[in-house]
């Protein structure tokens, strides 16, 4: 009995008949507007929801739909939609039903007062695929309109649902409508509204979204989690808006800091890339790909890969004899890259160098790069090596490093003693000064104070490192006696001074001083040879920031291995700007990493060597210049301006960033007018190469915009500028203001004026240049004009070539039995093509001389030739002379076969301008060699006529003189050549006068 109660109170527990937590209550709203109905149930199992207004099931669609599970939004409302609502929920157990009012209000009356008129130039400034932004200007009625709102209604085309948006606050002329379908058409208007009430509405407006790809939506539920050291697996699930079946996958991802996006094709939901580096963030992106191609790419989730232990040593281990029974230890940690992980502490271990099997172990923490070693035995020498630690533990440690600590400690309850000696070198802005350590070397030495001025040495006070041995005094003046002080100290306090004068040179002195010794009775031991410098020294690049420096030193053995107390100093500098400071820095052994640098910067490396008392000079400079990196900081002094007399274009000038990091590769201008809009809503206008300045045009009359400007070079994009406004200029008189309204609308956007439902919106590229439409009706006027004329004209040319060629061939045949005749014992060896047509299509008007090449020949021969009429009257000769004028010919015309020359039909077509070459020597007398020679006649609608032949005086040559002396008995009458000229004439007037038609 007991339990069947239980059940009963169970199954009574698990439902329960839908409950109302939150009720729809009445609503009252004016046409145009959205409105939801809220509805908030409870219940087990949970209930199902629909709604009922006036008693009919509503349906949902693109203006009735049901949001967050049971609320009921209703989208611009129209008349119609006024009713009774009711909200029914029911399940298993039972139902329940609550309703609500929707009361349609009239607008109220305007009250006693002007009101606004219609907002002018509402045109689309940006158009997306489901998004439109409208901008307008104020009301002729009210030009300011600071106290103005304004509403805009907008529709599908063919549906009388109107919707509305408002502006955000007074004065405010720009709206931006979400959630608008692709490749659809909508209809905009916009109506201001006073104190006194609303205003004429604006001219309807027609936009179309853009068109949107069928393509697959963003992958959901990306995750990205690290595996190992090396690899990170990524996983997925499919697109919910697939929009076709999808073929596969891209995943791409790139190392945080880079801007090498990589990527690998993926069949599946999941994918896990391997090779990464240890202890590095990674980003991944995710894009499906179906028929249509790639689809919205998901949001970049971020990993780090797993720590590992170091895979490098610590850097620039240095060790320093502090006193008999201590040294300190000193070290950076290992390059970056190769941390793989926190460092979280540092092993050190040291030995006897005498018992290297007994290895001591001290741990430090990961913060502290330093450690003074304790209890040591005196006079011994010992070797010491440091390990970096992380969570998963030790890397690799350093390779041994030795020193020796002191027979006995060091004094520091005194001050130290003098120095030993004081070398000066004065040159002309400057003083070498070079020292050597006191001679009782048991009180501790902390460092050097230099004295200097001009007549005392306590006007400048510098203090060096007590290894130092020397130091340049800069920025003195020529000519000057200045005095010099040198003292050591430690941290009881400064020793005793020594003291020497110098005099600078004077500027004209370029000779050298020799260095002297002062104060000889503290200098009984003689200047120590100095150290050869280092040599090879090499500069590796390693980043953006460091540079690995190396050298050999040939004082040490072939191993090249350190076992005194000797240290090298390594200095660095730019050369820009000119004035820079070296930068020095110690080291124990043979290299050192120089960090801090700048990026994209050269930088010059030199080293020296000091050992006790002695020091080297200089090594040779090597050179090395840091990689590049993205630009830190954006461009500066942008600037837009409007260019002169296009209002609808701008200049934005800029100058590059002051911290480009490398050579700067191009810029990207990002504008909108929307200053708070997210960036990738921005337009984007690209400028490659280092140009500093661009124009962007088509923008719209009167609009606030604003620009950014992002750098870019080798690596990648730098930091954006920030935000510039520019308002473009308004309209310059009234008589400009259609043609600015007609082209500021955006993408695909145009005003509907009142011209007819048979109207239609001129399309952009029909404009001209300067904004002055072009009919196609004269367009296509002039077309048949110039190609009717052109086609008359090439027949009747044809024609007459035709007729000529005719008269030229029987008058040729006359001639040629004439020349036989007279010349009967010649052996003509050519045949009838060889001989060419005379063309006599001469323009006087365009005639143009053109010289064509000497005679070889330095003596030409003077003979007694009579000028012939045409080519058909001069005697053939052999061969040679018929290849030397058809080389001549061929020298003008090009490669060009013998046939084509044969008709004059086939000479057509080759130049657009007679040319008549001459010899280019002086005026002979008419006892000429006849030479080749070729004209071209003028052509008609962009057609010409090849040179021919035309006989011109010119020299014999030598060999043909014999032949031409024969050629001699052929004569002409005067008569006939003025016949013949007279004829030429007439015929050109004949062609002028078609020319002219």
């Not at 100093?569 to 820079?580: G, L, S, Y």
């Amino acid at each position: 009995m007991e339990m069947k109660q239980l059940k009963l109170k169970q199954s009574l527990q698990y439902k329960a008949q839908p409950e109302f937590l939150k009720q729809p209550t009445n609503i009252y709203a004016h046409e145009s507007m959205d409105i939801v109905f809220e509805c908030e149930v409870t219940g087990k199992p949970t209930p199902t929801v629909k709604w009922v207004k006036n008693g009919d099931m509503v349906i949902p669609s693109d203006y009735f739909k049901i949001v967050k599970e049971h609320n009921l939004q209703v989208l611009g409302l129209v008349k119609s939609d006024e009713g009774f609502y009711q909200c029914i929920a029911e399940n298993d157990v039972g139902n329940a039903q609550a309703g609500a009012q929707l009361i349609i209000l009239e607008h109220a009356p305007a009250t006693s007062g002007p009101l606004p008129s219609a907002p002018r130039d509402v045109v689309a400034s940006l158009v997306s695929t489901r998004f439109i932004k409208l901008t307008w200007r104020t009301p002729a009625s009210d030009p300011h309109g600071d106290n103005l709102t304004y509403s805009v209604f907008y529709t599908k085309e063919g549906i009388t649902r109107e919707r509305i948006e408002n502006t955000s606050h007074p004065g405010e002329m720009q709206v931006t409508i979400q959630n608008l379908m692709p490749a659809t058409v909508y209809i905009f208007r916009v109506m201001a509204h006073n104190k006194h009430g609303s205003g004429e509405s604006s001219a309807p407006l027609r936009v179309e979204t853009q068109p949107e790809v069928q393509l697959p939506g963003p992958a959901p539920n990306i995750r990205a989690y690290a595996t190992s050291p090396t690899s990170i697996t990524v996983t997925w699930e499919t697109p919910l808006s697939g929009n076709g079946e999808i073929q596969n996958y891209k995943l791409y991802y790139m190392e945080k800091g880079t801007d090498k996006e990589q990527d690998v094709d993926v069949s599946s939901h999941s994918h896990t890339i391997n090779g990464l580096k240890k202890y590095t963030e990674y980003s991944f992106r995710v894009v499906a790909y179906n028929k249509h191609g790639p689809g919205v790419s998901t949001q970049d989730v971020a990993v780090q890969t797993l720590s590992d232990v170091p895979s490098a040593a610590p850097q620039n281990l240095s060790l320093e004899v502090r006193n008999s029974k201590s040294i300190m230890i000193h070290w950076q940690p290992p390059p970056l890259a190769t941390q793989n992980g926190q460092i979280t502490g540092y092993k050190i271990r040291y030995r006897k160098a005498s018992r290297k099997s007994d290895v001591t172990e001290t741990l430090v923490p990961g913060t502290q790069l330093s450690q003074l070693i304790e209890g040591l035995d005196r006079g011994t020498e010992y070797n010491f090596r440091v390990a970096a630690l992380t969570v998963n533990g030790t890397g690799p440690a350093t390779d041994w490093l030795s020193a020796e600590t002191f027979e006995s400690d060091l004094d520091e309850t005194r001050v130290p003693e003098v120095p030993s000696s004081l070398h000066v070198r004065p040159l002309v802005t400057s003083i070498v000064v070079s020292w050597t350590p006191p001679e009782n070397q048991n009180i501790v030495v902390r460092g050097y104070a230099i004295g200097y001025g001009i007549g005392s040495p306590h006007a400048q006070t510098i203090k060096v490192d007590y290894k130092q041995r020397y130091y340049t005094i800069e920025n003195l003046d020529p000519s000057s006696h200045y005095v010099i002080t040198l003292k050591a100290f430690n941290n009881v306090g400064e020793g005793i001074p020594l003291y020497e004068s110098a005099v600078t040179r004077p500027h004209t002195d370029t000779s050298e001083v020799d260095l002297f010794v002062i104060n000889a009775p503290y200098t009984p031991v003689p200047d120590p040879t100095p150290m050869m410098p280092p040599v090879g020294v090499q500069a590796s690049i390693l980043s953006h920031d460091t540079i690995r420096i190396t050298w050999a030193d040939n004082s040490l053995p072939k191993h090249q291995k350190i076992t005194d107390s000797r240290y090298y100093t390594v200095r660095w500098k730019t050369n820009i700007p000119a004035n820079t400071k070296y930068k020095n820095a110690n080291a124990t052994t043979l290299s050192y990493l120089v960090t801090g640098l700048k990026a994209n910067t050269l930088y010059e490396f030199s080293v020296m060597v000091t050992k006790g008392r002695r020091s080297s000079t200089w090594s040779m400079t090597a050179h090395g210049t840091t990689f590049e990196l993205v630009p830190t900081s954006p461009p500066k002094d942008v600037t837009v301006v409007s260019k002169e007399g296009k209002p609808r274009t701008i200049i934005v000038n800029w100058q590059p960033p002051s911290e480009a990091n490398g050579k700067i590769t191009g810029y990207i201008i990002y504008y909108s007018t929307d200053v708070n809009a997210e960036i990738h809503d921005w337009v984007i206008e690209p400028v490659v190469g280092n140009r500093l300045t661009h124009q962007i045009q088509e923008l719209t009359l009167d609009t606030p915009y604003y620009f950014k400007i992002q750098a870019r070079n080798s690596k990648g994009m730098g930091p954006m500028s920030d935000a510039v406004q520019f308002r473009t200029p308004k309209a310059d008189s009234s008589d400009k203001m259609p043609n600015d309204q007609a082209s500021g609308s955006a993408g695909k956007g145009s005003r509907l004026p009142d011209l007819g439902s048979d109207y239609k919106t001129p399309m952009s590229g029909s404009n001209s240049p300067h904004g002055s439409p072009t009919s196609p009706l004269d367009s296509n006027m002039l077309l048949v004009v110039i190609i009717s004329v052109g086609v008359i004209t090439i027949v009747v040319v044809v024609i007459i070539a035709i007729f000529c060629t005719r008269r030229t061939t029987s008058h040729q045949k006359k001639k040629r039995a004439a020349c036989k005749s007279v010349n009967g014992s010649h052996k003509y060896k050519g045949n009838a093509k060889d001989v060419k047509p005379p063309d006599l299509w001469i323009h006087h008007e365009r005639l143009e001389l053109k010289p064509i090449d000497k005679s070889p020949d330095p003596n030409p021969i003077m003979t007694d030739t009579p000028i012939p009429r045409n080519s058909q009257d001069i005697t053939p000769v052999d061969n040679s002379m018929d290849s030397n004028i058809h080389q001549r010919r061929n020298s003008y015309r090009g490669h060009e076969s013998e046939d084509s020359m044969s008709t004059l039909a086939g000479r057509r077509g080759m130049r657009p301008k007679m040319m008549m070459p001459f010899d280019s020597q002086p005026p002979q007398p008419l006892n000429h060699h006849i030479h080749s020679m070729k004209t071209a006649s003028i052509g008609t609608l962009g057609r010409s006529r090849p040179p021919m032949p035309v006989v011109v005086p010119s020299a014999p040559e030598v060999q043909e003189t014999t032949r031409m002396l024969e050629d001699s008995e052929s004569s002409y009458e005067p008569d006939e050549l003025t016949k013949e000229m007279a004829h030429l004439e007439g015929l050109m007037k004949d062609l002028n006068a078609i020319t002219t038609a």
